[in-house]
């Protein structure tokens, strides 16, 4: 039985009050006892590190859920792990076994209950657990939960639990040599503590970055990383409450309330589930049901008429439903649970057409090019995100036009917390389970561990609409047919292992993770492998399914090879930079600020440390010689920016034959050098603020290659609209040369090229050096949508003048305002306040000769210490000059 009801605003602010404060389902008669407070630690007895670390070996406050590395922080024991090069002196911490312990009380209510369990949301990652002196788990998976029956271990008053961590280097590496073959990983350890080529890191759950990647430091933590707690119950446990998507359009969602439920005894109940709409209404709907002991799944079918759908940022709003479920028997209340979730339909479309087969996202029936970046972890030491810090990370996101993360795989599975804001802000997340490259073991004991790991994460996480594809690994096909590594070691075994290996990625990508995702969220597509065609084919190709194009960077192709090239959905790409030197200062001094010092390489994870020379290649190439130090981090910011700008709107320029742009990479892990357009402390780079404007919904991009220029207008609007194009040619003191203007009609979700001059068309002999076209795109009521300055040499060849850069800080009585002026153009104005934290509204922009502009300038500094510490900057002055050489 169906039925609507009518509510009052008043009812339904309470309503939505009392659902959001439930989180993920909980059942209401379930008593709960969070043992957070008085946990110890210290280093095991007779571990090998105790004789050089004395100070670790003392019982000490510890805090839970964390990991060693905090604790021993928080203690004084060790020093900031991301200064100068700490990271070498404490890998030690990871190659000890360490101790917890945790006294506690539990009444006796508690012990009445029919159940009493111990559960362990996260434990990291090798961990031995005893309450009372008994042995009671042993876990082997950091993304599991552990659930144990305690009450026969329990006493009425005073409990000791106890939980000792193991290294899973020391554990795994004994093992690992005396194997055959090792199998290939990923990062070697810079710090000898395993040999070359035998990485223990394959064969365990535990999130991979934490062993060192090409973006941040190799700290191995152990932990107790997830919260704890007792749960008490009797009669009835609601171990899941789902609402299962079946079919959603503009007319109707078919839905299923699903439910587990753990009973003790066979018996009649009633499964009540209600729910309020976005738009504040009242509904419900209820059935009998024949419970038996044990496992049950309860399923109430539920039909909403026109509803209100959830959509990604930009394309309609990201409307939430809260639904209830109440299992009752007898008018008494035996569990209930919360869940919210929004509406919608996602289709994976993959198309044959003139280039191939397709990869395009549709929701709600609407083809989606997707924008964004990838996602890594937020911190080396996951404990120390706050809720604060990873809303700011999604909300830049958002802000700069994205509407697509890719959570990639060799990190972990993001809180509760994450997906929730990420459902708040319409951005679709690609979840990739948790394969960072390396090639996994093929033994059923591993899979399965695997498959269990996979079914609480899917079931955890399937009532997010954010959700929009869960994916089997990053990189372990396409490394295993393409990398040197893989092809040495495919030589070096036998056809048979050879096979066994192949065979066991084939059967645990392409099927096992496949059937969890297509049995708990059959409304997700899955996807085997990123980049791919899901089994179906080679990885890695331009024709079909995604691609991870490193020919630039990786391969030290001139940025313009970003042209050559139109995937089907570039799910990888990137340039790094350096973080501004606020950040560079958080982790270095002052002797450290050369490009190649030891704590500026021991900062960049690229190459073992030369990954500066490739930044300096490139910035060479395209800008000259840096001034000086600042003068190179600010050009590693512009050449990344201006870089990845060239590659988006190439790609969104291609639309419909490309139909995704996820850059790498969004965030960092610490502070130093990488691909991340936002850096750890949460500051924009330059990328970031060009993102804002290439993502932009409606773009005009004018790209030039091999003495032509291509000029697009770029739609995400679903709409068509009347525009006008305006065309400039004019030279860098800001006389114009050239004018014209064209009305148009913007085609809606498309694509559309207006022009295609050559040089010579574009220019009628002026000196390319010093002239230059601007591309602006105004609506009806003559409002700049978007303008694009377009140049036919590189920036090294441009002979900037100094563009008499003026800035007015103020306060306009409603916030501080800065005017930036120029006198002839600026290129990439740079804003900065040294050491003070202040948010500037833009950044990284162009000016023309003789332009204005105020910004926004937000900061708790006082007006006149923030106008002491501003610069201003830009390319003019930001290199070395050339002298000629004398014949």
């Known amino acids: 039985m169906q039925r609507s009801h009518p509510i009052t605003r008043l009812q339904y602010l309470l309503a939505v009050t009392l659902l959001l404060a439930g989180g993920h389902a909980t059942a209401a008669p379930l008593a709960t006892q969070v043992l957070q407070s008085g946990w110890q630690f210290h280093l095991a007895t007779g571990s090998a590190a105790a004789k050089g670390h004395p100070e670790a070996a003392e019982w000490q406050a510890a805090t839970v859920p964390g990991s060693v590395q905090t604790d021993l922080l928080a203690a004084g024991v060790i020093g900031d792990p991301f200064y100068r090069d700490n990271e070498a ?76 961590l193991h290294s899973p280097i020391a554990r795994l590496l004994p093992w690992l040599l005396k194997q055959p073959y090792a199998l290939p990983g990923e990062f070697d350890s810079a710090f000898g503590d395993e040999p070359k080529g035998k990485q223990t890191a394959n064969y365990l759950r535990k999130a991979n970055y934490q062993y060192g990647w090409d973006w941040g430091p190799r700290y191995v933590t152990l932990g107790i990383w997830q919260p704890v707690k007792l749960e008490s119950w009797d009669r009835a446990r609601l171990a899941d409450f789902h ?75 990201q409307n939430m439903y809260r639904f209830e479920a109440t299992l009752s028997s007898n008018g008494e209340t035996l569990a209930s649970a919360e869940r919210s979730t929004g509406l919608r339909s996602v289709e994976l479309r993959r198309d044959k057409d003139a280039w191939g087969r397709g990869f395009a996202f549709v929701v709600n029936g609407v083809p989606i090019f997707a924008k964004g970046a990838n996602l890594i972890p937020f911190d080396s030491f996951p404990t120390r995100v706050t809720q604060d810090g990873m809303a700011q990370i999604l909300r830049s996101a958002r802000d700069a036009n994205m509407n697509m993360l890719r959570m990639w795989g060799g990190g972990h599975y993001q809180s509760d917390a994450f997906y929730e804001e990420a459902d708040k802000l319409g951005l679709m997340i690609w979840q990739d389970f948790m394969f960072g490259g390396a090639i996994p073991p093929y033994d059923e004991a591993y899979r399965e561990n695997t498959r269990i790991e996979a079914v609480e994460q899917v079931t955890r996480l399937r009532d997010h609409p954010s959700i929009v594809l869960w994916c089997g690994n990053n990189e372990v096909q396409t490394g295993w047919e393409a990398w040197p590594d893989r092809e040495k070691f495919r030589q070096s075994i036998s056809a048979e292992e050879r096979a066994k290996v192949e065979q066991g990625m084939k059967t ?16 997700v597509p899955y996807w085997a492998s990123s980049p791919s065609t899901d089994y179906e084919g080679p990885a890695n190709q331009l024709t079909d399914g995604d691609y991870h194009s490193w020919s630039v960077w990786s391969g030290s192709k001139p940025i313009e090879d970003y042209l050559m090239s139109t995937p089907r959905f570039q799910s990888e790409y990137g340039l790094q930079s350096f973080p501004v030197l606020a950040t560079v200062k958080a982790f270095a001094a002052d002797e450290d600020m050369s490009p190649n010092s030891p704590v500026m390489r021991a900062h960049q994870k690229f190459a073992n440390g030369d990954g500066n020379d490739r930044l300096l290649l490139y910035i060479r190439k395209y ?5 000086d130090f600042a003068s190179f981090v600010y050009l590693s910011q512009v050449m990344q920016a201006e870089g990845i700008e060239l590659a988006a709107e190439h790609l969104r320029s291609t639309r419909p034959q490309a139909m995704g742009s996820l850059y790498w990479q969004l965030n960092d892990v610490w502070p130093g050098a990488s691909w991340s357009s936002v850096d750890y402390f949460g500051r924009w780079k330059a990328l970031q603020f060009h993102a804002r ?40 003191e800001g006389k114009v040369l050239r004018e014209r203007k064209q009305s148009i009609k913007v085609a809606p979700l498309a694509s559309t090229k207006l022009a295609s001059p050559t040089d010579a068309e574009l220019l009628h002999g002026a000196d390319p050096r010093k002239t230059f076209a601007v591309y602006e795109l105004l609506d009806s009521k003559g409002t700049l949508l978007s303008r694009h300055l377009l140049f036919v040499q590189p920036p090294i060849a441009l002979q900037l003048p100094d563009p008499e850069l003026k800035a007015e800080l103020r306060d306009n009585g409603q916030g501080m305002v800065l005017e930036v002026s120029a006198g002839r153009l600026a290129r990439e104005v740079w804003v900065d306040f040294g ?43 930001a290199t070395q000059p050339v002298t000629e050489k004398k014949p």
Do not use: C
């Open 89 to 164: 002196r404490l890998q030690w911490i990871g190659l000890a076994d360490w101790d917890y312990r945790l006294s506690f009380k539990v009444d006796a209510a508690t012990l009445k209950h029919e159940h009493v369990e111990l559960v362990f949301d996260g434990l990291d990652t090798f961990a031995d657990m005893s309450l009372n002196g008994r042995k009671l788990l042993a876990a082997d998976n950091m993304f599991r939960r552990w659930r144990v029956p305690v009450k026969g271990v329990l006493r009425a008053g005073d409990n000791r639990l106890e939980v000792r």
């Open 243 to 317: 609402i299962a998507q079946q079919h959603v359009d503009a007319e109707t969602a078919e839905l299923r309330a699903e439910t587990t439920v753990q009973a003790d005894q066979a018996g009649k109940a009633e499964l009540a589930v209600s729910w309020i709409a976005p738009d504040g209404s009242r509904h419900d709907a209820t059935q009998e049901v024949e419970l038996r002991k044990g496992d049950n799944t309860l399923n109430l079918p539920i039909r909403i008429e026109q509803p209100q759908r959830w959509w990604p940022v930009g394309y309609g709003p």
């Open 508 to 523: 645990l990508f392409g099927e096992t993770l496949r059937n969890v995702v297509h049995q708990y969220t059959p409304d």
């Open 623 to 627: 800008y000259g010689e840096p001034k």
């Open 693 to 732: 404007r290439f993502y932009a919904p409606v773009r005009v991009a004018a790209i030039h290659r091999e003495g032509h220029s291509d000029v697009f207008v770029l739609s995400d609007r679903t709409e068509p609209f009347q525009a006008t194009l305006r065309s400039r040619v004019m030279n860098m």
């Open 835 to 877: 050491g003070l934290d202040a948010t500037v509204e833009d950044n990284a922009f162009d000016l023309l000769p003789g332009e204005k502009r105020e910004l926004r300038v937000d900061s708790r500094e006082n007006l006149d210490a923030l106008r002491g510490a501003l610069r201003v900057r830009s390319l003019a002055g």
